[in-house]
């Protein structure tokens, strides 16, 4: 949010309260706080009629320290909050000059100025950021809201990253984010999965520990400064030390939380029935059969919505005029090798028969006059599940439970951005708060009993929505995509955004989602979703099988889901890493080569871990340019070799895309022949009949 009108004026709707200066601290055995009134104290008299901002100063692991900034403290509403790792309540260490008094956290301190508002956050003797005048506060709007406000200063050329999945430019700078999520497809401003936290190239990152909404101005109220401002009465913000990206992600994710192992079976080929396709049995059994017929590996067939009656969802209930016998089609599906997973939503539609049922059990939020909240977008009088009632908790399980006995492997858990705040919730939860947490608490439900029902390592979910901490309970896709090129790009550049802020693991919808793209679309989204970290074939319309497309198509995803077969070891490396550091599966290339210049903006290639360099292709003359770093590159499929530090440019088959590794690398023997045993036996010089070009 912007307060003010340039650099000397503020908004004529807003008064501002600006900590002016630090009157004092004090150290308890609880805690330790500083003090910053809302106007300069000279005399005993300035004490009187005045606000003052108290901060607590905690620091729950070494290289991170939390600042809590509080004006009100008796009308801060505390659920719901983040669980946090560490020791959220730990003191940071006090020392003083005549200067300063010095808070400190490992080799991360904060100096806080004797005389003037001058904070600086420093690591190792150098300055990292610092809070400018004028900037620490609480806003008053003239219609009687509170907005608490502070910011943190960026250097000559910092840059920012992350706060969730987001498909606006990659680089934040010069743009307003605001954390709340919403149903708006890839190519929108507004996000699924807004996460409160950023980093920077200047070497920290900042967690803003608010579940509601936050609203950072990255350089885009005063350019000089990442601002962000909540309409409550308290901010705690964390500053994480790296100084790299991967040690500021390490930290980040100890605070919030780290993926589990996933089972082998979810880094395979997912097919889905498409969204509002018609199918059955017979429909499942053709698709599976041409799988087989053009030895395609297939691990998880997905039923999505329709596997319920229209109107009822969620009911938890096949549909017996399609399904006549869904526990048999069930065990056949996994005699024939395959995983089973089924769409389902947090919303109770009226005419599911479990309506009334969680209506009369208290299970469904309501209005502040005591109804049962409801709406008709999306599903006719649909109402929302309450997961802050342990009983709900319970219940919602339980319909999950008796799919899991019948058979099914894992859920899709769609949805949970739509969530109202004119409601009450059962544990008396801020209503503004829960519309982002809501959706920790409906993944967390459903990933628990799925941990309890399948065992440790066998939980997995295809969820769309997310909150600070939601990369505990994966794996989560970009969500409603279209099937053009632009799209594609924009659903990578939104999944790399999210690699940028906790996440480690990441899909989308091969072919994209809406509409019914080319075939040519196809074959490179094909060889994009194959070297992710979890692939799936999905629409809205249409069904993604390939060869409604051409048979091609069928030899491109036979080929790509080869490659990932020999990458399995290598995938399961990164898996370990993802749960014991909380590093990114998909690596933007700043985060592997942070001292490259050339990889700072770069939004159409990652790495996968930091050995292998994928650059889709996004054009439909099959003409894609990339940019290698320093050193010597080998094509992972064909050998040939490049000197890196240069932008490269030429046509690729859909057999193949820039695809590289370090000389030397193990994975280019896990890889090599691949091409020769599809029957593609060209190399690099027969592309497009042209070599490698330097841009």
Same mark, same amino acid.
């Given at each position: 949010?912007?307060?003010?009108?340039?650099?000397?004026?503020?908004?004529?709707?807003?008064?501002?309260?600006?900590?002016?200066?630090?009157?004092?601290?004090?150290?308890?055995?609880?805690?330790?706080?500083?003090?910053?009134?809302?106007?300069?104290?000279?005399?005993?008299?300035?004490?009187?009629?005045?606000?003052?901002?108290?901060?607590?100063?905690?620091?729950?692991?070494?290289?991170?320290?939390?600042?809590?900034?509080?004006?009100?403290?008796?009308?801060?509403?505390?659920?719901?909050?983040?669980?946090?790792?560490?020791?959220?309540?730990?003191?940071?260490?006090?020392?003083?000059?005549?200067?300063?008094?010095?808070?400190?956290?490992?080799?991360?301190?904060?100096?806080?100025?004797?005389?003037?508002?001058?904070?600086?956050?420093?690591?190792?003797?150098?300055?990292?950021?610092?809070?400018?005048?004028?900037?620490?506060?609480?806003?008053?709007?003239?219609?009687?809201?509170?907005?608490?406000?502070?910011?943190?200063?960026?250097?000559?050329?910092?840059?920012?990253?992350?706060?969730?999945?987001?498909?606006?430019?990659?680089?934040?700078?010069?743009?307003?984010?605001?954390?709340?999520?919403?149903?708006?497809?890839?190519?929108?401003?507004?996000?699924?999965?807004?996460?409160?936290?950023?980093?920077?190239?200047?070497?920290?990152?900042?967690?803003?520990?608010?579940?509601?909404?936050?609203?950072?101005?990255?350089?885009?109220?005063?350019?000089?400064?990442?601002?962000?401002?909540?309409?409550?009465?308290?901010?705690?913000?964390?500053?994480?030390?790296?100084?790299?990206?991967?040690?500021?992600?390490?930290?980040?994710?100890?605070?919030?939380?780290?993926?589990?192992?996933?089972?082998? +079976?979810?880094?395979?080929? +997912?097919?889905?029935?498409?969204?509002?396709?018609?199918?059955?049995?017979?429909?499942?059994?053709?698709?599976?059969?041409?799988?087989?017929?053009?030895?395609?590996?297939?691990?998880?067939?997905?039923?999505?919505?329709?596997?319920?009656?229209?109107?009822?969802?969620?009911?938890?209930?096949?549909?017996?005029?399609?399904?006549?016998?869904?526990?048999?089609?069930?065990?056949?599906?996994?005699?024939?090798?395959?995983?089973?997973?089924?769409?389902?939503?947090?919303?109770?539609?009226?005419?599911?028969?479990?309506?009334?049922?969680?209506?009369?059990?208290?299970?469904?939020?309501?209005?502040?006059?005591?109804?049962?909240?409801?709406?008709?977008?999306?599903?006719?009088?649909?109402?929302?599940?309450?997961?802050?009632?342990?009983?709900?908790?319970?219940?919602?399980?339980?319909?999950?439970?008796?799919?899991?006995?019948?058979?099914?492997?894992?859920?899709?858990?769609?949805?949970?951005?739509?969530?109202?705040?004119?409601?009450?919730?059962?544990?008396?939860?801020?209503?503004?708060?829960?519309?982002?947490?809501?959706?920790?608490?409906?993944?967390?439900?459903?990933?628990?009993?799925?941990?309890?029902?399948?065992?440790?390592?066998?939980?997995?979910?295809?969820?769309?929505?997310?909150?600070?901490?939601?990369?505990?309970?994966?794996?989560?896709?970009?969500?409603?995509?279209?099937?053009?090129?632009?799209?594609?790009?924009?659903?990578?550049?939104?999944?790399?955004?999210?690699?940028?802020?906790?996440?480690?693991?990441?899909?989308?919808?091969?072919?994209?989602?809406?509409?019914?793209?080319?075939?040519?679309?196809?074959?490179? +989204?094909?060889?994009?979703?194959?070297?992710?970290?979890?692939?799936?074939?999905?629409?809205?319309?249409?069904?993604?099988?390939?060869?409604?497309?051409?048979?091609?198509?069928?030899?491109?995803?036979?080929?790509?889901?080869?490659?990932?077969?020999?990458?399995?070891?290598?995938?399961?490396?990164?898996?370990?890493?993802?749960?014991?550091?909380?590093?990114?599966?998909?690596?933007?290339?700043?985060?592997?080569?942070?001292?490259?210049?050339?990889?700072?903006?770069?939004?159409?290639?990652?790495?996968?871990?930091?050995?292998?360099?994928?650059?889709?292709?996004?054009?439909?003359?099959?003409?894609?340019?990339?940019?290698?770093?320093?050193?010597?590159?080998?094509?992972?499929?064909?050998?040939?070799?490049?000197?890196?530090?240069?932008?490269?440019?030429?046509?690729?088959?859909?057999?193949?895309?820039?695809?590289?590794?370090?000389?030397?690398?193990?994975?280019?023997?896990?890889?090599?022949?691949?091409?020769?045993?599809?029957?593609?036996?060209?190399?690099?010089?027969?592309?497009?009949?042209?070599?490698?070009?330097?841009?």
């Amino acid at each position: 949010m912007k307060f003010t009108n340039g650099f000397w004026l503020t908004k004529e709707e807003f008064t501002p309260e600006y900590v002016r200066g630090f009157y004092c601290v004090e150290e308890s055995d609880e805690a330790v706080r500083a003090y910053g009134p809302y106007r300069e104290i000279r005399g005993r008299g300035d004490t009187l009629n005045i606000g003052m901002m108290t901060f607590t100063l905690t620091a729950p692991m070494d290289g991170v320290l939390g600042v809590r900034m509080t004006n009100h403290m008796g009308n801060y509403v505390k659920t719901p909050a983040f669980a946090l790792g560490g020791c959220p309540g730990r003191k940071a260490a006090l020392s003083e000059t005549d200067e300063a008094w010095i808070f400190s956290s490992g080799e991360l301190s904060l100096e806080i100025p004797k005389a003037g508002p001058q904070v600086r956050f420093m690591a190792q003797g150098k300055q990292l950021t610092r809070i400018p005048g004028k900037t620490m506060g609480m806003m008053h709007h003239r219609d009687g809201r509170n907005f608490l406000v502070t910011g943190l200063d960026l250097g000559v050329g910092e840059l920012v990253y992350g706060l969730g999945e987001r498909f606006t430019p990659f680089v934040k700078n010069g743009q307003t984010v605001d954390t709340w999520n919403e149903d708006g497809g890839t190519a929108s401003e507004i996000a699924y999965k807004s996460i409160p936290f950023y980093y920077t190239s200047g070497g920290y990152g900042v967690f803003v520990n608010h579940p509601g909404k936050v609203s950072f101005e990255v350089g885009s109220e005063k350019v000089e400064t990442v601002q962000f401002s909540v309409e409550d009465e308290e901010l705690e913000y964390f500053v994480i030390y790296g100084p790299t990206p991967k040690e500021i992600m390490e930290r980040y994710t100890a605070l919030t939380g780290r993926a589990p192992l996933l089972p082998d +079976w979810s880094y395979g080929l +997912w097919l889905t029935t498409s969204f509002t396709t018609d199918y059955d049995e017979k429909t499942v059994n053709s698709f599976i059969d041409g799988f087989k017929e053009r030895d395609i590996p297939l691990s998880v067939f997905h039923f999505d919505t329709f596997w319920m009656k229209g109107f009822e969802w969620c009911n938890f209930v096949w549909d017996r005029d399609m399904f006549p016998d869904p526990e048999g089609m069930l065990r056949r599906l996994h005699e024939r090798g395959l995983k089973i997973c089924v769409w389902m939503n947090p919303y109770i539609a009226q005419k599911s028969p479990l309506f009334k049922e969680a209506m009369d059990a208290g299970y469904l939020v309501r209005r502040k006059d005591g109804r049962v909240w409801q709406w008709d977008l999306w599903q006719a009088g649909m109402g929302i599940v309450d997961f802050t009632n342990p009983d709900a908790w319970s219940w919602f399980q339980a319909k999950l439970k008796a799919l899991t006995d019948m058979g099914v492997d894992c859920f899709k858990s769609d949805f949970g951005e739509r969530i109202p705040t004119d409601v009450v919730w059962h544990d008396g939860s801020d209503p503004e708060k829960m519309h982002n947490y809501y959706t920790l608490l409906y993944n967390r439900c459903v990933f628990e009993l799925l941990q309890r029902e399948k065992g440790e390592g066998e939980a997995v979910l295809f969820a769309r929505s997310a909150a600070a901490g939601g990369q505990q309970y994966p794996v989560h896709w970009g969500g409603d995509s279209t099937s053009q090129y632009i799209s594609m790009a924009e659903t990578l550049r939104g999944g790399l955004s999210l690699m940028d802020s906790g996440f480690s693991f990441w899909s989308h919808d091969i072919g994209g989602f809406e509409d019914d793209g080319t075939a040519d679309l196809y074959k490179r +989204w094909v060889a994009f979703g194959l070297l992710s970290s979890h692939s799936r074939l999905h629409g809205s319309g249409s069904y993604r099988v390939p060869w409604r497309y051409d048979e091609e198509a069928s030899a491109v995803l036979r080929f790509f889901v080869r490659l990932k077969e020999r990458l399995m070891p290598y995938l399961k490396e990164l898996s370990l890493e993802a749960h014991e550091k909380g590093l990114p599966v998909m690596r933007p290339m700043h985060m592997v080569f942070p001292d490259d210049p050339a990889a700072a903006y770069l939004d159409r290639q990652y790495m996968l871990g930091d050995r292998l360099l994928v650059a889709p292709v996004f054009s439909p003359d099959g003409r894609q340019s990339w940019y290698l770093p320093e050193g010597r590159w080998v094509h992972l499929l064909d050998g040939t070799a490049l000197d890196g530090g240069r932008w490269y440019e030429e046509t690729w088959d859909y057999f193949d895309l820039p695809l590289y590794v370090r000389e030397g690398d193990p994975l280019l023997a896990a890889a090599a022949g691949l091409r020769e045993e599809a029957g593609l036996r060209e190399t690099a010089g027969a592309r497009g009949g042209e070599e490698a070009g330097c841009v």
